[in-house]
């Protein structure tokens, strides 16, 4: 079973920049399209960003565009979250997640991923 691992949280004053990180396991990270999702106290958990096996595909949420790049290593089993010009509102728990393995397609939606991580506070004061 694939397992994510996030890194790279914490907290940031507004206008600054934190780069998260996913590492996952298993033989199966360079064949599925990976996503980064954010949740924030009280709300549903809204799409973020994807991107997909060769990053011939990437998307980005509207509130993000502009400010967030995602990015990954195959051979390194990572994708990453450059988030910069952080404002309060980006305050969340972000969470990395996996596309079922060997579909070249990317989603916006949650239901889509089929593998998640633990999640990684990120925290933007005013």
């Known amino acids: 079973q694939v397992q994510l691992v996030e890194s790279g949280g914490g907290l940031v004053q507004a206008g600054g920049s934190l780069r998260l990180s996913c590492t996952t396991s298993?033989?199966?990270?360079?064949?599925?399209?990976m996503a980064w999702f954010r949740q924030a106290p009280g709300k549903q958990r809204d799409f973020v960003a994807a991107?997909?096996?060769?990053?011939?595909?990437?998307d980005y949420a509207d509130s993000v565009r502009g400010r967030f790049t995602i990015s990954r290593e195959n051979a390194k089993n990572t994708v990453y979250l450059q988030m910069d010009s952080l404002k309060p509102d980006d305050t969340a728990v972000y969470y990395c997640?996996?596309?079922?393995?060997?579909?070249?397609?990317?989603?916006?939606?949650?239901?889509?991923?089929?593998?998640w991580g633990q999640g990684a506070q990120v925290t933007v004061s005013s």
């Open positions: 991107i997909s096996q060769t990053a011939a595909a990437i």
């Open positions: 997640a996996a596309g079922p393995p060997g579909v070249s397609k990317i989603s916006t939606g949650d239901w889509y991923y089929v593998a």
């Open positions: 298993g033989s199966t990270f360079s064949r599925s399209a």
